[in-house]
């Protein structure tokens, strides 16, 4: 048996609009071989026959606002799995990564959800947290960029007085709460945006995987510079990326983190820990 559809990307925005059905086996190969039609096919008005076992639903784009909400979609796409490179922690990722990504970027309405992979930066500076507990333990910190929440769970769990873990993208806000409770671990999880928002006040503040952009990297660095102005030790891990600001960062750690070469161009990267450079910061400039 099988359904007419009007293909539109998953997580977008036009008139009948798919989902996938709670419960849905998504390792299934008729899921699989769906969700790959789907992604193909993400021209609108595109007339596909879908096999219904395969777990799909469509809705009206009304319905679709109400149903899909940040937890549905962490129900309907996620799997949990230990981390790579820090085995302590699982997360929620993308149970079928290479096609919810296409068919995420294909959206109209939504950014791709950067939240569901652990990113190779934020392995290494959730590593380096546990193995140098004394960096948070007792202290107040903010993880900035938080995506899944990986650095703020590891700051819990090496005993931080208090985590604060803020992201743009309200999914990876609802995932922060999901992993963090997932891990025996209190984070609070907010919304918040590093290029409007002022720093949160904290003793740490750390930053994964955020000089990935020219326009995103001058932003994090100033929020950056205004944190550690504050008086915040900052520190933050990135794979090497062309926009990284070498020249206001020290270099604490080196590793070689696995990652997923859906989102990386090899399987694993080299990935240094810094620390923000306290003279450089803003009050430090002015004295």
Known sequence: MAVDVTCVPFYGKRCDIQRIRKGADVTSSAFRGALAALTAAATPRKRLRLPVKAGIEFLGNGQYLRVM???ALLRTTCTREAVPFVGEITLLVASQPT??????????????PFWVFPWAGGQALARYVLDNPRTVRGRYVFDVASGSGLVAIAAAKAG?????????DPGAVAA?????EANGVTVTA??????TDDPVQADVVLAGDVF???????????FLRRAAGHGAEVLAADPGRAFVPAAFLSPLARYQVPV????EDKPVKDVTVYRL?????????ST
């Open 69 to 71: 909400t940040p937890e």
């Open 99 to 112: 096609g919810l990504w296409d068919i995420w970027s294909a959206s109209e309405r939504d950014a791709p």
């Open 160 to 168: 931080a007085a208090s985590v604060v873990a803020g992201d743009i």
């Open 176 to 180: 922060i709460r999901a992993n963090a």
């Open 190 to 195: 907010r919304a918040f945006d590093l290029m």
């Open 212 to 222: 990935y952009q020219r326009e995103l990297a001058s932003a994090a660095l100033a």
């Open 260 to 263: 997923s070469t859906t989102i």
């Open 277 to 285: 450079a306290r003279e450089l910061a803003p009050e430090a400039e």
